[in-house]
């Protein structure tokens, strides 16, 4: 209401819409950078902090867990998954020797008796086997003896040919060749004799007759004697010879294929033994195992300890070590951790893991005795990040990291949360500030060092950084004071981390300019300030005096200071304006 009356009592001219809005950016921007110049007032002495001299260590904090450098893990042995029937509780201490976990057993039971069996039958199925080879093999050594014996005598029949039987049947047809003509020359005197006795008178014609008779047979012998012998040396003695020779290869042959066979039937016996044989070795294999299944039911402590429980992450499908739970084949069931030597295993984020070395000096506070600090070393740092993170967070890259402690701890169990300060390096006579003292403006880290009631931005180059703290190397020097929390900057800060610079997008595109003449300048609070900086800030100083604000209140005045336009005369164009909108020429103001 007392707005409403005070805006009633401005003159008709100041009530226009147009110059009331004129008037009130004016109002805004001139208190804007009044504001920069003398930083808002006077601001506590708490808002700074005086850039000192002196030792800067640069280190790195993380939290971890506590854990034995040594310890023997106790798995599952037993193959599949077996059902816990018996644990020590956590935490007891136990003796080597001492029972751990007992396992259920009936399972493993059933399979060693089954596999028992399945021995004693392959055992006799390799005796029957090896029984009926030796059994073949002398069935086949009589065959082959028996082909051989025949390929002998078929051999003897050839020689007997060659060297009797051929020569024997020749004598005999030459003999009876020769046994004929000698009887057809005596029949052939005969008749001659009894011929000429009977011309005389003194033989009977009967008996020429009986001689003419026996010429003729004779004869007749003598041919079939020379064709016997002629048949014999032509076709009976080279046709016996082939059929002995036949004989012979053919008790070869059936040698070899005797042999042949013999060898199919020995191979196929003794396939058949080796057969028997693996399965006999597989089965005793086999009953060994079911075996050391059966004793794995059983675990038993490998030596003096303390009784840990694996701790069971968050995203495991494993269930947690307890009676009645089913545990899978070498799945960790009990860790016995050596106390003497303790570490801690910390989680380095990406951005440092490449500071962080072995060998590097180290720190660890335990959280059940803040009050004490233990030396340590870094003994390890993983080269690839940890895989159990990237369930949770994919983005999330950390290394896992082990700090060996140095300094005798007290009786403390593995499992305690700890902290550890890696410690970097060491900065002697160092600047630093505090690291949210640095901000960026246009491009460039700077801090807002106080001068006079106000501030002003300073380029710095940072150096190295902890925590706390950050190392500058150039741009301030000691006993400058810095504003602890600098003034946010929207047009210098991305906060989506884009990577365009200005004119980037431009060139990345191949846009051309803009055919339209310069904008003209934007009003304030709705405008670019660090192009209305650069524009009336003559001196690059990176603030307004007297006579550059002076120029840009004329320059608000020119552009806003006008009569209204009335309806067809000439309005400008309104901030961020858009083609249609109210406020182009000719448009009808709201």
């Keep these: ?71 023997v893990v106790v798995r ?19 003796k080597q020797g001492d029972l751990l976990v007992e396992l259920d057993s009936s399972q493993a039971q059933d399979q060693v008796n089954q596999q028992e069996i399945n021995v004693q039958k392959a055992q006799a199925a390799f005796i029957q086997a090896e029984s009926e080879l030796e059994i073949q093999r002398s069935l086949t050594n009589s065959e082959i003896d028996a082909a051989a014996l025949k390929l002998r005598f078929a051999e003897l029949d050839l020689r007997k040919f060659d060297q009797g039987q051929s020569k024997v049947d020749f004598l005999e047809a030459s003999n009876k060749l020769v046994q004929a003509q000698s009887q057809l020359a005596v029949s052939l005197d005969n008749f001659q004799w009894t011929t000429n006795l009977a011309a005389k008178g003194y033989e009977t014609r009967q008996k020429v007759q009986v001689d003419r008779l026996s010429v003729m047979n004779n004869r007749n012998s003598l041919i079939v004697a020379s064709n016997s012998l002629w048949m014999l040396l ?36 003794e396939a058949d033994l080796l057969t028997q044989s693996n399965t006999l070795v597989l089965n005793r294999k086999k009953l060994e195992r079911d075996q050391k299944n059966l004793a794995a039911t059983k675990i038993y402590a490998p030596q003096d300890g303390l009784v840990v429980y694996p701790a069971a992450g968050r995203w495991s499908s494993e269930s947690l070590i307890e009676e009645g739970a089913m545990v899978r084949n070498r799945q960790e069931l009990i860790k016995l951790p050596d106390t003497s030597q303790m570490k801690v295993a910390i989680k380095v984020h990406e951005s440092h893991v490449n500071m962080v070395t072995r060998g590097l000096p180290a720190y660890v506070t335990l959280d059940s005795l803040p009050d004490q600090r233990f030396r ?18 994919p983005n999330l890259k950390v290394y896992r990291t082990e700090v060996l402690i140095t300094d005798p701890l007290p009786d403390v169990k593995p499992g305690v949360s700890a902290k550890a300060e890696i410690i970097i390096t060491n900065i ?64 210098a800060r991305d906060l ?42 003559k001196n690059g100083d990176g603030k307004l005096d007297d006579a550059e604000r002076a120029a840009l209140r004329a320059a608000m005045q020119k552009r806003f200071g006008g009569a209204p336009a009335g309806r067809g005369g000439h309005q400008p164009p309104r901030p961020g304006g858009r083609p249609g909108a109210p406020g182009r020429p000719g448009a009808e103001p709201r």
Excluded: W
């Excluded at 921007?29 to 640069?58: I, N, S």
């Excluded at 300073?458 to 602890?484: A, H, S, Y």
């Excluded at 981390?497 to 004119?503: A, F, I, R, S, V």
């Excluded at 997008?505 to 934007?522: E, I, L, V, Y």
């Design 1 to 71: 209401m007392k707005l409403r009356k005070l805006l009633d009592r401005l003159p008709p001219p100041l009530r226009q819409r147009r110059v009331l809005l004129s008037l009130v950016a004016l109002l805004v921007l001139l208190g804007y950078f009044g504001l920069r110049e003398t930083g808002g007032g006077a601001l506590p002495a708490t808002a700074f902090y005086p850039v000192k001299r002196g030792d800067f260590v640069v280190s790195i904090v993380e939290g971890g867990t506590l854990q034995a450098v040594h310890e």
């Design 76 to 94: 599952n042995e037993v193959e599949g998954t077996a059902r816990i029937i018996y644990i020590v509780p956590e935490g007891s201490y136990v």
């Design 234 to 269: 032509e076709f009976d003695l080279p046709k016996q010879r082939e059929q002995f020779l036949s004989e012979v290869r053919q008790a070869s042959n059936e040698l070899q294929r005797v042999i042949a066979q013999a060898r199919i039937k020995i191979s196929r016996y």
């Design 376 to 393: 340590g070393v870094v003994d390890y740092v993983a080269v690839v990040p940890d895989t159990q993170m990237r369930f949770g967070n």
């Design 428 to 491: 002697a006579n160092a600047l630093s500030v505090p690291i949210q003292a640095v901000t960026t403006r246009a491009g460039r880290q700077v801090c807002y060092v106080k001068k006079g009631r106000g501030v002003r931005p300073v380029p710095v180059q940072v150096g190295m950084f902890n925590t706390k703290f950050i190392e500058i190397l150039d741009g301030l020097k000691e006993g400058d004071e810095v504003l602890l929390a600098p003034p946010y900057d929207t047009q």
């Design 496 to 537: 989506e981390g884009g990577m365009l610079k200005p004119g980037d997008a431009r060139a990345a595109t191949n846009a051309p300019p803009a055919a339209s003449s310069p904008p003209p300048a934007a009003a304030p609070g709705a405008g670019n300030r660090a192009a209305m900086l650069k524009r009336f800030d």
